[in-house]
């Protein structure tokens, strides 16, 4: 429904007698149909970055990449603990395998 205007989008979940709650997703920076993400909280929010932000963004053909900017392991070791760092969700995502998430991505880690 992401194609939808918000008007659509209401109608059409009232038709189907859902409940509209209004929601968005917002990101740090988007220009030229590239969406930046600079994310030095908690591991969660980077899987939501990821799994959420920039695959909404892409579906809803509002960006053809995303780029997410981490700390690295050694700036994370200077942080509060919890925090994500780019070494270990590289790991993550080529785990996942090609597909997912299903949105073409720059991770960028970051140092001192």
Do not use: C, W
Not at 26 to 42: L, P
Not at 43 to 51: N, W
Not at 63 to 87: C, F, K, W
Request: no cysteine; glycine share 8%; charged share 20%.
């Amino acid at each position: 429904m992401t194609g939808l205007s918000l008007a659509e989008q209401k109608d059409f979940l009232l038709s189907q007698d859902a409940e509209a709650i209004r929601s968005y997703n917002q990101t740090d920076h988007v220009k030229s149909r590239v969406a930046v993400e600079v994310q030095f909280g908690k591991y969660a929010f980077v899987a939501y970055d990821l799994f959420v932000k920039h695959l909404a963004f892409y579906t809803g053909r509002q960006i053809e990449v995303g780029i997410e900017i981490l700390p690295t392991r050694a700036m994370q070791q200077q942080m509060s603990s919890g925090i994500s760092y780019y070494e270990g969700e590289l790991d993550n995502i080529l785990r996942h395998g090609r597909a997912s998430p299903p949105v073409p991505l720059v991770i960028l880690g970051i140092e001192p």
